[in-house]
């Protein structure tokens, strides 16, 4: 008995049925009372109670152990060796019971059809069979004895019992076969349905590490009895199919292999494609996949099954189900594969989601400490360069260039990182033949994830090649004060932007647009704040900041410069014979006639008044008394335009500073200057006074 291998067997029916013996023996005894004749005999039933009372006993003992799991050395045989023993013990109590009660025309042998009937779902049917062959041989045997005491030839009827007997071992094996298929059918299922229902806890508990899905796979190839589980993942944005995992003997060489190419047939492709699962029942003779592929697995059978999940029931990939030789699927088993995908799908999605809100989080901060940090420089020569460092790192591109429209129509590159000045010239020209030129149009954006595989390039691929970066996006900038503008970013390997990453640069471009905006303003109002509103020359407060700059330059350098302090001879009267509208008249006429005499490199600003400043920048003494005499020629020579035809020219008086040789901070140039300015005027029309004394 150690080789027989128990199914299932339920030790509370077990006992059950054992206390069901009691009624047996009752039977047993109460028939055998009624029928026997010869009081010889009915002695013979004592010892017989006895020893099935022990019977019971026995074996209720025994189940009682098995419940608590304590069978020990003594039932080595096992739960169904006990089961065995005790058929045995059953049967011989049966064949007794039909000679005492009458042997061939006792009832007794029913109980054989009632007892096997019980034992079916318990012991295998060959071991059955070995029990209704007991049965046989020892029915035969009371037959036997009651033909040779009764001396009646019974040959014949002998002949018939035996053949119903055989036909009832048969018909118990057949019926038992058919039971226990059914028993292991549903224990099976039951094992299915629990595989299933811990599947759909792990879906539901919170785990989001990927390795996970290894273990789902091996639990998978268990549940579906596969030789090998793989799971795959589709890549919206790259049209890509991924490696998500596989069971354990083959997830390393799984994760290994490299993406295939678009155009190559895949299981997945095909499941996406058809919107089903596919089943091929040998790979090499399947359309659902290339024979390359197929090659590079050991799997010659394989169901595969697509997942879709949230949000709005996408793609997510497939499992593939692989056996290593060919074969059928059965019904069964493309059910149970539908119903592990549909929990696979749950898992796969919810962790998906998790990922993309976590990587959108994980953007949107950095996204936001990017645009806090540009927020806070406003100048334009430094904030351009911060959006393109901080855009290139964002979605950590190699490359990185900012164009803006300018008035007349082209797009000029403000800022660039990693890109040759002659691709950038070469763009300039041609940026509308970009794929992404003329989203500006529709404030959109545009992505090319490999710059061989899109057909968009054509028209600048010469640029492409010679600067080598693999993929690019675009995205549009719309900053007010310009008509249009664009940020772009380049990838020296292929890269395929996520719906995140996408979502995440239109709104930092949005951002950057409103920042290059403020800017815009800033710069103005700052230029506002250091202009004078009537002559638009710079004004006393521009004049310091630009003296600080020159005293600070000409420290670092060892230069001079010069400071020209300048007021008009005769403007009050002008201003109390015509007006003071026509005193701003003249004063604007001045300040042109000024700005034309000078050099582009010097700095002229409105003082007050009638009064002007000159910084001449890495200038000393001879070249300040040349200009300083220049501008007296030109003003005298400068025609006032009056009320009335009057025609007036000007004088101007002028004191000269050079630093650091007659002052040492910007307080004592101007001081120093405007007082060498006083006592010009007190010398005359037109003086100039260039020292103490």
């Known amino acids: 008995m150690a080789d027989l291998k128990p199914v299932s067997f339920s030790i509370h029916n077990l006992q059950?049925?054992?206390?069901?013996?009691?009624?047996?023996?009752g039977v047993f005894l109460l028939t055998s009372w009624l029928v026997l004749q010869d009081m010889s005999r009915v002695f013979l039933l004592i010892p017989l109670t006895v020893l099935g009372m022990a019977s019971i006993l026995f074996f209720g003992w025994a189940y009682e152990r098995f419940a608590h799991g304590k069978s020990g050395p003594l039932f080595r045989h096992g739960l169904e060796g006990l089961v065995f023993w005790q058929a045995v013990v059953d049967i011989v109590y049966?064949?007794?019971?039909?000679?005492?009660?009458?042997?061939?025309?006792?009832?007794?042998?029913?109980?054989?059809l009632l007892y096997f009937g019980a034992l079916e779902t318990y012991l295998r049917p060959i071991v059955l069979l070995g029990l209704n062959g007991l049965a046989i041989v020892l029915y035969l045997g009371v037959i036997q004895v009651w033909v040779m005491e009764s001396g009646q030839a019974e040959g014949h009827f002998l002949s018939l019992v035996l053949?119903?007997?055989?036909?009832?071992?048969?018909?118990?094996?057949?019926?038992?076969?058919?039971?226990?298929?059914?028993?292991?059918?549903?224990?099976?299922?039951?094992?299915?349905?629990?595989?299933?229902?811990?599947?759909?806890?792990?879906?539901?508990?919170?785990?989001?590490?990927?390795s996970a899905f290894v273990n789902l796979a091996d639990e998978i190839k268990a549940m579906l009895g596969a030789d090998n589980i793989y799971i795959t993942r589709w890549d919206e944005e790259s049209e890509q199919v991924l490696s998500l995992a596989a069971d354990s003997a083959?997830?390393?060489?799984?994760?290994?292999?490299a993406p295939s190419p678009r155009y190559e047939n895949t299981f997945t492709r095909s499941v996406k494609r058809l919107g089903r699962l596919v089943v091929a029942e040998n790979t090499f003779?399947?359309?659902?996949?290339?024979?390359?592929?197929?090659?590079?697995?050991?799997?010659?059978?394989?169901?595969?099954?697509?997942?879709?999940?949230?949000?709005?029931?996408?793609?997510?990939?497939?499992?593939?189900?692989?056996?290593?030789?060919?074969?059928?699927?059965?019904?069964?088993?493309?059910v149970r594969a539908r119903q592990v995908t549909d929990i696979l799908s749950l898992l796969v999605s919810r962790t998906w989601l998790y990922e993309e809100v976590t990587h959108r989080a994980e953007l949107l901060e950095k996204m936001a400490g990017q645009v806090t940090s540009l927020v806070s420089d406003l100048k334009r020569t430094t904030l351009l360069p911060s959006i393109v460092e901080s855009a290139r790192s964002l979605l950590q591109a190699q490359r990185a260039a900012l164009h803006l429209q300018q008035p007349g129509g082209e797009m000029k590159c403000e800022y660039s990182v990693g890109l040759s000045e002659e691709f950038l010239e070469q763009l300039t020209i041609r940026f509308n033949q970009l794929a992404g030129g003329k989203l500006l149009q529709n404030r959109d954006y545009v992505i090319i994830p490999d710059v061989t595989q899109d057909s968009r390039t054509n028209p600048v691929q010469d640029l492409i090649y010679g600067e080598k970066f693999r993929a690019y996006a675009v995205f549009s900038l719309s900053p007010e004060y310009q008509e249009k503008g664009a940020l772009s970013l380049y990838w020296d390997q292929p890269y395929a932007v996520s719906a995140d990453e996408i979502a995440v640069a239109r709104l930092f471009s949005e951002r950057a647009s409103a920042i290059i905006r403020s800017a815009h303003v800033y710069a103005r109002a700052t230029e506002e704040a250091l202009t004078d509103i009537l002559t638009d020359l710079p004004n006393r407060r521009h004049l310091d900041r630009r003296i600080q700059e020159e005293m600070e330059r000409a420290s670092r350098y060892g230069h001079t410069f010069a400071l020209l302090m300048i007021d008009l001879d005769g403007f009050k009267g002008i201003n109390d014979t015509f007006g003071h509208p026509i005193g701003d008249s003249v004063l604007k006429q001045v300040a042109v006639s000024l700005r034309r005499t000078l050099r582009a490199s010097d700095f002229l600003a409105r003082y007050g008044g009638d009064e002007f400043s000159i910084i001449l920048p890495e200038a000393g003494l001879e070249r300040a008394l040349h200009v300083a005499e220049k501008l007296r020629l030109s003003m005298t020579s400068t025609r006032l335009h009056l009320p009335h035809q009057t025609q007036r020219?000007?004088?101007?008086?002028?004191?000269?500073?050079?630093?650091?040789?007659?002052?040492?901070?910007?307080?004592?140039?101007?001081?120093?200057?405007?007082?060498?300015?006083?006592?010009?005027?007190?010398?005359?029309?037109?003086?100039?006074?260039?020292?103490?004394?």
């Not at 059950?16 to 023996?25: A, G, I, T, V």
């Not at 083959?250 to 292999?257: C, F, G, I, L, S």
């Not at 497939?318 to 493309?334: D, G, K, M, T």
Request: glycine share 6%; net charge positive.
């Open 649 to 693: 020219y000007l004088s101007a008086c002028m004191g000269v500073a050079i630093y650091p040789k007659d002052c040492s901070d910007a307080g004592q140039v101007i001081a120093c200057a405007d007082a060498r300015l006083y006592r010009a005027k007190r010398s005359g029309s037109g003086s100039i006074i260039y020292k103490d004394g």
């Open 163 to 210: 053949l119903a007997l055989v036909l009832n071992a048969i018909l118990v094996a057949w019926r038992s076969r058919q039971l226990r298929a059914q028993q292991r059918e549903t224990e099976h299922e039951n094992n299915f349905l629990t595989h299933l229902n811990m599947l759909s806890r792990t879906a539901i508990a919170d785990v989001n590490d990927k």
């Open 250 to 257: 083959a997830h390393k060489v799984y994760m290994d292999m």
């Open 285 to 334: 003779c399947s359309p659902y996949v290339s024979p390359k592929v197929a090659s590079h697995f050991q799997s010659r059978a394989v169901l595969a099954v697509p997942m879709f999940g949230e949000p709005e029931n996408r793609f997510l990939g497939a499992l593939l189900v692989s056996f290593r030789e060919p074969r059928y699927f059965s019904s069964q088993e493309i």
């Open 94 to 112: 049966i064949t007794v019971g039909t000679a005492l009660t009458g042997g061939p025309f006792s009832l007794f042998p029913l109980v054989y």
């Open 16 to 25: 059950r049925f054992n206390r069901l013996r009691w009624l047996f023996l």
